[in-house]
């Protein structure tokens, strides 16, 4: 019989569980514009910005690494990789290293905190400008890892 108190109290978070899904409106049942159901508003903003093909917006957002690439020395060198916003969208960030540090430490699945400059492309944008400006022009960008912050 001290089973029986525990399976009624799991029918009874099923039941629950149940009835707050059926309270919300199909909208919020699905993600749309590839961005996860509780996602921040930045995330939403980049969708949008994906959706509509805009490019030069300020942008904010976390997500996690996805793959780490080589980083291009042509010109002024850059470390990139892509995130992982929410299944279905990926953002590749181009972060300037001969004016801010290297994330030296970064590794697949780890989370990045990012500020920076959107650019559209069709495989989902980039952010670059995730440093400061050392013109004092705009506002500065940075990204943040293992809770310490590059720019």
């Given amino acids: 019989m001290a089973t029986r108190p525990k399976f009624q109290w799991s029918i009874a978070i099923l039941i629950a569980v149940a009835a707050?899904?059926?309270?919300?409106?199909?909208?919020?049942r699905q993600p749309s514009d590839n961005v996860l159901p509780g996602a921040t508003e930045q995330h939403s903003d980049i969708a949008r910005l994906?959706?509509?093909r805009q490019s030069g917006v300020a942008v904010e957002g976390v997500?996690?690494?996805?793959?780490?690439?080589p980083d291009d020395l042509?010109?002024?060198?850059?470390?990139?990789?892509?995130?992982?916003?929410?299944?279905?969208?990926?953002l590749l960030v181009s972060h300037?290293?001969?004016?801010?540090?290297r994330i030296d430490s970064?590794?697949?699945g780890d989370e990045v905190r990012f500020r920076g400059q959107y650019e559209w492309n069709e495989r989902g944008g980039?952010?670059?400008?995730?440093h400061h400006d050392p013109v004092g022009e705009r506002p500065?960008?940075?990204?943040?890892h293992a809770n310490k912050t590059y720019k």
């Fill in 106 to 108: 970064l590794r697949v």
């Fill in 20 to 28: 707050a899904y059926v309270a919300l409106t199909p909208d919020d």
């Fill in 50 to 52: 994906f959706r509509e």
């Fill in 140 to 144: 500065g960008g940075w990204l943040r």
């Fill in 126 to 130: 980039v952010v670059h400008w995730t």
């Fill in 63 to 69: 997500g996690s690494v996805e793959k780490l690439l």
């Fill in 96 to 101: 300037n290293i001969d004016l801010a540090p």
């Fill in 74 to 90: 042509d010109g002024s060198r850059h470390q990139r990789f892509i995130l992982r916003l929410a299944p279905g969208s990926t």
